[in-house]
């Protein structure tokens, strides 16, 4: 029989997410609701993970009614569709082998999202080129890192492959990289100065990690998760200088990239960046950018459609990344539609331009919304403070705990809070994601919140943990 | 040294030489450079160069829409109203198709497609696939808990090998695989860095599998490795062969003599067509032995929405049930699974509707039944026809089609082609389906991709071009083994 003992080291040595286990009680809660069971809340809030649709926000018209003809080609002879979404599926199912969305495509992605991502890629970049056969179309961008990680990294035992990660990061990473058999080579990124990442913390995970394992790969999120910080363009730049000088391959997680909300920030792209940089970098520095439909206003994590663009990988080295992919067959189709349209949204003139443009709008402007009074309310409680964050789509507050809830997460054995967010959600059907799932620096406390939601939601939510935080507050003084 | 000697020092952090060395080992035929080289002729024919045929017949990969099947209406009509739910007020949809829609979206988050589900799936998808499972194997219980579901089948299969992995040198966990193979499960240990153990069918006895077999490849890898989990297709790909419950019997009955972990790749499990062959899941069988055996094997069995009467390959939807996974075990499987957030939604809502199809009564059920039998019967009668077509070539000896969607037929290569492949630095069956390739514009896999006994050749060819479509690539393949035979005589 296969016992603990005879299954892979690397699985076992995966942490367990607080983060899963909270939105799996979550789950039961919101069963226990609707069976009757009485509890001091009629709802469940759960705004644990990045999940906008969860909680009741609505997709983008446009992209579903392309789905939606796409699946029934029917529906592009009918009127209950514009004439654009009726076109558009048209161009697409023409692209796709035997016209329908149940054949696989080409294991990088089909060649027609290839072109448009790469289109998207050089418009947003200002100009500076991207080719289809440098980006290869996964199902999310968690499976092109996790695709990434098997190219990179040898795994032939000591000395193992280090990860330079940013602390605070999100869980499933972190699990990534321990499933991997990947030494995590953590560099704190600065709270009191918004969450940069300051070079010479860079410098010194770097070498203090020698020692113990083969540093290989530096990993950054740009816009940060769950930080919500935007480099700056001198910022991104020394990270450049250092990976090139360091030698190390430069992973950057660029998903949040269309959710800049702060007035002085602007996302700039790691490729960008090293273009600008000139020959010397741009044409020997080694990287892959990340991204995905899940985050921004799309928001479609359940069709699990993402993409990396690779640069400067060797010719020799691209084909085994084209087999290894291959051996996914492809990626999920619906998603790569959503990509598509991600990539190339209707433009001015087109039937469904106004509505799409409204309804981005009314997201963005929600998310705008939202982040500032979360962290306005949040920022006024007692023993909280909470930093408005540039971008993304969650708020991170820091919980100043009393010391004995200290005390008392220990004797429970938790982290203080995660034990604040159980009590959260037992007392109030508000689920939130603990600190302790994202590192954070020893002592400090911390929460998670996911504010792409209804404002009506948010506002409910915000009344809630108002009032447990001043109960809980209250109880340990 | 320049100016800031940066540039001198620094080198290419991912080259050939520092990448994970285990990519180097996987290869996947079916998407191999025969493929590669029948891409770039209907890019050449598209720019009008003339060649001795107009089209290229891909009959390489198990892709059943790329070649003209039709989707089931039922599922497609689900699938729209629940990507885009204000189709729910249109007319053009029946009321059983609605109805399922609602049920399905009430059990997404926030009701829709597009948020995150459970890890393991949506709970309402494999309440459904439990209760198929119960149907389809006389009753016997199925517990929602076991069915995991997943990105395709393969998914589920990397997983569980994963999962599986363990040991150094003679303790390396060693997986025994059937030869001929689908070469996703050789690319997958070679990712996996497991020990590939192979196991012969017998071309002789109809592609079947003899325990004898088996036991002698146990024995041969206990010498070099810890060989702990014996996979299974049935019906198989490529050989197309549907066991016979004796069989799969014997084969439990060896698994748990020799307490090996059983993976039942079961795909194709609709798609049988041979008089006197049916499909016994081995769940079934296994329970059907009693508890001396079902209380203690343990197995795990993949299906998928990419295969049978649906074809639906691009959602990329499928599912694996555990039977008898240590408990603590089965806690690291959930866990591992979480790692990659969730399968594709729409997939579960494809998986979701394989399992439960239109019953007697609902509006949509005629069309459904209409539509699957269709399906079935083509499939059938060109597994039939190729059978058929390819035993009167001299030269060619094809076992019959029993079930799945593949032909792999034997093939006699002229000693004079199999030097002239050997300078080329090919194997024989790769020359043979590169000439056949350039000169008909037919895509077939060669067997070498597969796995095949030493000295034999084969290739794998699907039964899934349109009828007259595979009747002219038939005779044109007969056509070209005449004139390559001759030729290399």
């Given at each position: 029989m296969f016992g603990l003992g005879t299954i892979d080291p690397n699985v076992r040595a995966i942490g367990g997410s607080q983060e899963h286990?909270?939105?799996?009680?979550?789950?039961?809660?919101?069963?226990?609701?609707?069976?009757?069971?009485?509890?001091?809340?009629?709802?469940?809030?759960?705004?644990?993970?990045?999940?906008?649709?969860?909680?009741?926000?609505?997709?983008?018209?446009?992209?579903?009614?392309?789905?939606?003809?796409?699946?029934?080609?029917?529906?592009?002879?009918?009127?209950?569709?514009?004439?654009?979404?009726?076109?558009?599926?048209?161009?697409?199912?023409?692209?796709?082998?035997?016209e329908s969305m149940g054949s696989y495509t080409d294991s990088c992605g089909a060649p027609n999202v290839q072109r448009s991502v790469a289109e998207f890629i050089t418009r947003r970049d200002g100009g500076v080129p991207a080719s289809p056969q440098n980006i290869f179309i996964c199902g999310g961008s968690q499976r092109a890192l996790a695709l990434l990680l098997e190219i990179l990294i040898p795994n032939d035992g000591p000395p193992y492959t280090g990860v330079?990660?940013?602390?605070?990061?999100?869980?499933?990473?972190?699990?990534?990289?321990?499933?991997?058999?990947?030494?995590?080579?953590?560099?704190?990124?600065?709270?009191?100065?918004?969450?940069?990442?300051?070079?010479?913390?860079?410098?010194?995970?770097?070498?203090?990690?020698?020692?113990?394992?083969?540093?290989?790969?530096?990993?950054?999120?740009?816009?940060?998760?769950?930080?919500?910080?935007?480099?700056?363009?001198?910022?991104i730049a020394e990270v450049i200088q250092f990976a090139a000088e360091e030698e190390l391959f430069l992973l950057a997680d660029e998903v949040y990239q269309d959710?800049?909300?702060?007035?002085?920030?602007?996302?700039?792209?790691?490729?960008?960046?090293?273009?600008?940089?000139?020959?010397?970098?741009?044409?020997?520095?080694?990287?892959?950018?990340?991204?995905?439909?899940?985050?921004?206003?799309?928001?479609?994590?359940?069709?699990?459609?993402?993409?990396?663009?690779?640069?400067?990988?060797?010719?020799?080295?691209?084909?085994?990344?084209?087999?290894?992919?291959?051996?996914?067959?492809c990626a999920p189709v619906p998603g790569q539609v959503a990509l598509d349209i991600m990539a190339r949204p209707p433009q001015p003139g087109d039937a469904s331009y106004v509505q799409y443009t409204q309804e981005v709008q009314a997201i963005q402007e929600t998310l705008v919304h939202n982040v500032r009074r979360a962290q306005e309310v949040l920022n006024s409680l007692p023993g909280m403070s909470c930093q408005l964050p540039e971008a993304g789509i969650f708020v991170f507050p820091r919980l100043q705990f009393h010391p004995q809830v200290a005390e008392h997460a220990k004797k429970a054995g938790v982290d203080a809070d995660l034990l604040y967010s159980r009590r959260l959600l037992e007392d109030s059907g508000v689920c939130v994601s603990p600190g302790c799932e994202y590192g954070q620096r020893d002592g400090t406390h911390h929460l998670r919140l996911c504010v792409l939601i209804?404002?009506?939601?948010?506002?409910?939510?915000?009344?809630r943990l108002t009032r447990f935080h001043l109960r809980f507050m209250a109880e340990f003084f | 040294m320049s100016e800031n000697g940066v540039a001198s020092r620094r080198g290419k952090v991912l080259?050939?030489?520092?990448?994970?060395?285990?990519?180097?080992?996987?290869?996947?035929?079916?998407?191999?450079?025969?493929?590669?080289?029948?891409?770039?002729?209907?890019?050449?024919?598209?720019?009008?160069?003339?060649?001795?045929?107009?089209?290229?017949?891909?009959?390489?990969?198990?892709?059943?829409?790329?070649?003209?099947?039709?989707?089931?209406?039922?599922?497609?009509?689900?699938?729209?109203?629940?990507?885009?739910?204000?189709?729910?007020?249109?007319?053009?949809?029946?009321?059983?198709?609605?109805?399922?829609?609602?049920?399905?979206?009430?059990?997404?988050?926030?009701?829709?497609?597009?948020?995150?589900?459970?890890?393991?799936?949506?709970?309402?998808?494999?309440?459904?696939?439990?209760?198929?499972?119960?149907?389809?194997?006389?009753?016997?219980?199925?517990?929602?808990?076991?069915?995991?579901?997943?990105?395709?089948?393969?998914?589920?299969?990397?997983?569980?090998?994963?999962?599986?992995?363990?040991?150094?040198?003679?303790?390396?966990?060693?997986?025994?695989?059937?030869?001929p193979q689908y070469p996703l499960y050789s690319a997958a240990l070679a990712e996996l860095g497991a020990v590939q153990v192979d196991y012969y069918l017998n071309e002789e006895r109809c592609w079947s599998l003899d325990v004898s077999e088996l036991r002698r490849s146990l024995e041969a890898a206990r010498k070099h490795c810890n060989p702990r989990v014996l996979c299974i297709i049935n019906p198989g790909n490529p050989t197309g062969q549907v066991q016979s419950r004796e069989c799969i019997e014997e084969v439990i009955r060896f698994a748990a003599q020799e307490r090996l972990f059983l993976m039942a790749d079961e795909v194709y499990q609709d798609n049988v067509y041979a008089d006197g062959c049916q499909f016994h899941s081995f769940k079934k069988v296994l329970f059907e032995m009693g508890p001396q055996y079902s209380d203690t094997l343990e197995l795990v069995s993949y299906h998928s929405t990419s295969k049978c009467y649906m074809g639906e390959c691009g959602f990329r939807?499928?599912?694996?049930?555990?039977?008898?996974?240590?408990?603590?075990?089965?806690?690291?499987?959930?866990?591992?699974?979480s790692v990659r957030?969730?399968?594709?939604?729409?997939?579960?809502?494809?998986?979701?509707?394989?399992?439960?199809?239109?019953?007697?009564?609902?509006?949509?059920?005629?069309?459904?039944?209409?539509?699957?039998?269709?399906?079935?019967?083509?499939?059938?009668?060109?597994?039939?026809?190729?059978?058929?077509?390819?035993?009167?070539?001299?030269?060619?000896?094809?076992?019959?089609?029993?079930?799945?969607?593949?032909?792999?037929?034997?093939?006699?290569?002229?000693?004079?082609?199999?030097?002239?492949?050997?300078?080329?630095?090919?194997?024989?069956?790769?020359?043979?389906?590169?000439?056949?390739?350039?000169?008909?514009?037919?895509?077939?896999?060669?067997?070498?991709?597969f796995g095949q006994k030493e000295g034999t050749y084969h290739f794998r060819m699907t039964i899934l071009p349109p009828t007259e479509k595979l009747k002219i690539l038939l005779n044109k393949l007969k056509e070209f083994h005449l004139r390559f035979t001759q030729q290399y005589s």
């Open positions: 286990d909270l939105h799996r009680r979550a789950g039961q809660i919101r069963a226990e609701l609707q069976q009757g069971v009485s509890k001091p809340f009629s709802d469940v809030i759960d705004v644990s993970s990045g999940d906008s649709h969860l909680t009741g926000m609505m997709p983008v018209t446009f992209v579903r009614q392309v789905i939606a003809a796409c699946l029934c080609p029917a529906l592009i002879h009918s009127d209950d569709l514009p004439v654009d979404v009726r076109r558009r599926a048209q161009d697409l199912l023409a692209q796709l082998d035997g330079l990660t940013p602390v605070p990061t999100y869980k499933t990473f972190t699990m990534l990289l321990e499933e991997t058999g990947t030494v995590m080579v953590p560099y704190q990124l600065c709270e009191e100065q918004g969450w940069v990442l300051q070079i010479d913390e860079l410098r010194r995970a770097l070498r203090d990690s020698r020692g113990h394992c083969s540093p290989k790969v530096l990993y950054v999120i740009n816009p940060g998760n769950p930080t919500g910080h935007v480099q700056t363009m001198k910022s959710t800049v909300h702060g007035d002085n920030s602007e996302f700039i792209s790691y490729k960008r960046v090293l273009f600008e940089m000139g020959g010397e970098f741009s044409e020997t520095v080694q990287m892959a950018s990340v991204h995905s439909a899940s985050k921004g206003y799309m928001g479609e994590c359940g069709l699990r459609a993402g993409y990396v663009e690779l640069v400067n990988i060797d010719h020799t080295v691209m084909p085994f990344a084209e087999w290894l992919i291959g051996t996914k067959i209804p404002t009506n939601t948010l506002d409910e939510m915000l009344t | 080259t050939l030489d520092t990448m994970n060395p285990r990519i180097k080992r996987v290869e996947y035929a079916v998407r191999g450079p025969i493929v590669q080289r029948a891409v770039q002729i209907e890019k050449e024919l598209k720019e009008g160069a003339k060649k001795p045929f107009t089209e290229v017949i891909k009959a390489n990969i198990g892709d059943a829409h790329a070649m003209g099947q039709q989707p089931i209406t039922f599922f497609r009509q689900v699938m729209a109203l629940c990507a885009y739910p204000e189709l729910l007020n249109s007319s053009q949809f029946p009321e059983d198709a609605k109805n399922r829609a609602k049920t399905i979206l009430q059990s997404c988050g926030g009701g829709s497609i597009g948020a995150y589900s459970a890890s393991q799936g949506i709970e309402y998808v494999r309440q459904d696939v439990a209760r198929y499972i119960e149907k389809r194997d006389n009753g016997i219980p199925s517990n929602p808990d076991n069915i995991y579901l997943s990105t395709g089948a393969s998914d589920a299969i990397v997983t569980t090998l994963k999962l599986l992995m363990c040991g150094e040198g003679m303790s390396r966990t060693g997986v025994m695989i059937p030869i939807g499928g599912y694996m049930e555990v039977i008898n996974m240590d408990a603590e075990v089965k806690a690291q499987l959930t866990k591992l699974v957030l969730c399968p594709p939604v729409p997939g579960q809502v494809m998986m979701d509707l394989v399992a439960n199809t239109p019953q007697p009564g609902d509006p949509s059920h005629s069309t459904f039944i209409k539509e699957k039998s269709a399906t079935l019967n083509t499939l059938a009668e060109r597994a039939r026809l190729t059978e058929e077509i390819l035993n009167t070539v001299p030269g060619i000896q094809c076992n019959p089609v029993q079930g799945a969607m593949y032909s792999f037929p034997r093939i006699t290569i002229p000693e004079r082609a199999v030097q002239k492949a050997k300078e080329k630095g090919q194997a024989p069956d790769m020359f043979y389906c590169m000439n056949l390739l350039e000169e008909t514009g037919i895509c077939v896999v060669p067997g070498s991709g």
